[in-house]
Every structure is written in structure tokens, then in C-alpha cells.
């Protein structure tokens, strides 16, 4: 009964991932024959090289607090020794990997206090922020940084802002920014915030699909792996499509 369970689920498990190839891997590809070839074996290999990736599974927090134990304690040890803006960011990275929010806020507002144009700790406070849908204390914080360093992690600052306008319905501001985006970074999410703010703000049917129409031409154009990365945007475009059609 036992062994017969097994073979059905690897069986399963095979087809998954025979039918996931077939759709989403380039024709002439070498995975294919992998599959064929060590049927379950394979399917494993695929699911790790090509799907597991891409699914950003979470990690459960109590696995974080075992994992980064010594992280946090260097860390906080850090503040208590030294007790500069930088240590403070240190600590408020390590707590947010431990998703430990409430006291990582805390430790990027210290960073500020000590070194008000401290970016890595705007940024902290900002994606926080953005977290907890304080859109107004965001975009505060993300206009400081956007002063300072136009270009930070090359561009996530500016598409995060673009975001935190696009929250807030600053329709005017919203645009005018995401334009600037999608001409500096060409972020594919720019492109679907311009969408929605052609059909929320305007109604404009013909400019959405203008927008939607380019980043889906774009992101066919990109390399495979950037192409699997922003599946979910893809499908949410896809769909939005079919609305105006």
C-alpha cells in the first residue's frame, strides 16, 4: 500500500514537472531529454535547478531566530561597543531577515538619528513602511534617499517610489515619475502602474494597452531567467489585457 502511494506520487510529481518544462523551457532544450531519460530522478534535478529558484519560498521565522542567532548577537553587540549609524543598520538588516520588524524599524531610526542622511537606513524605514501601508512615512523617507542617491540599488528606490506614489493616489506625481522609470530602469512594474493610471485616473483603454503591450514585448526580449523571475507580473498584465480587448 505503502510503496504503491510512493510510486503515485513521484509519478505525479514527474508529470508536474514534464508539463512545467514543456511549457515554459525553450524548444531544443537538453532538460526535456533529462526527464525522459531519469524520469523521477530527473524531475527532482529540474525542480531544483529550474523551479526552486524562482518560487521564493518562506522560511519559517523560528528557523531564522536558530539560523542567524550569531548574526544578531554580533550585531547587537556592535550597537552596544560601538554604536555608530552603522552598526545600527547591521542590526536592523539582521532583524529583518529574522522578520522582526517592530525592533528592525527601531534600530534604522537610531541609524538616522545618529546619521540623518544615512541611505541604507532610509531605505530600511521605507520598505518597512511600505510593509505596514504607512504609504505618507515612505514616501518621506524615500525622497530623502532619492536626493541623496538617484540611483540607489540601482534603481529599486525609484520604482519603490513610483509604488508609494501610485498607493497613494498621486496620480499626477505618480506618472510623471513612473515615466521617468521606465526611460531610466525600464522596470516592468512601471509599466503596469502606468497601465492602471491610464484606466483609474483617465479611462484610457488605448495608453493602457500601450503600456502593457511594451512590457510584455520586453520582457519576451530578456533573458529566460528574468522572463521566469516576473511570471506573476506577466500573468497579472495578461490578464489585465484581456479586460481592454
Not at 543598520?89 to 517592530?102: A, C, R
Not at 506614489?165 to 505618480?174: D, G, H, I, N
Amino acid at each position: 500500500m505503502l510503496t504503491s502511494a510512493i510510486a503515485f506520487v513521484s509519478q505525479g510529481f514527474w508529470m508536474l514537472m514534464l508539463f512545467d518544462c514543456i511549457r515554459n523551457e525553450p524548444k531544443g532544450s537538453n532538460w526535456m531529454w533529462l526527464l525522459i531519460m531519469l524520469n523521477f530522478p530527473g524531475a527532482v534535478i529540474y525542480f531544483v535547478a529550474r523551479k526552486l529558484p524562482y518560487l521564493n519560498l518562506p522560511v519559517p521565522s523560528f528557523f531564522k531566530r536558530w539560523t542567524m542567532k550569531d548574526a544578531l548577537w554580533n550585531a547587537e553587540a556592535g550597537v552596544v561597543n560601538i554604536g555608530k549609524s552603522h552598526q545600527y543598520v547591521t542590526l536592523g538588516n539582521v532583524l529583518m531577515e529574522m522578520d522582526n520588524v517592530d525592533r528592525a524599524l527601531e534600530a534604522y531610526r537610531s541609524a538616522i538619528e545618529k546619521e540623518p542622511g544615512n541611505t541604507h537606513a532610509l531605505w530600511g524605514c521605507a520598505t518597512i513602511e511600505m510593509q505596514r501601508q504607512n504609504f505618507a512615512a515612505a514616501r518621506t523617507s524615500l525622497e530623502d534617499l532619492l536626493d541623496r542617491d538617484s540611483e540607489y540599488k540601482r534603481g529599486e528606490a525609484s520604482l519603490l517610489y513610483g509604488k508609494c506614489l501610485y498607493e497613494l493616489q498621486q496620480w499626477s506625481v505618480a506618472k510623471e515619475h513612473l515615466d521617468f522609470d521606465v526611460k531610466r530602469w525600464s522596470h516592468s512594474e512601471s509599466f503596469l502602474l502606468l497601465a492602471k493610471i491610464a484606466l483609474d485616473r483617465d479611462g484610457d483603454k488605448v495608453a493602457a494597452k500601450s503600456y502593457l503591450t511594451t512590457m510584455l514585448a520586453r520582457l519576451k526580449a530578456s533573458p529566460r531567467y528574468n522572463y521566469r523571475k516576473n511570471r506573476d507580473l506577466i500573468r497579472s498584465a495578461e490578464n489585465l489585457l484581456k479586460t481592454l480587448n
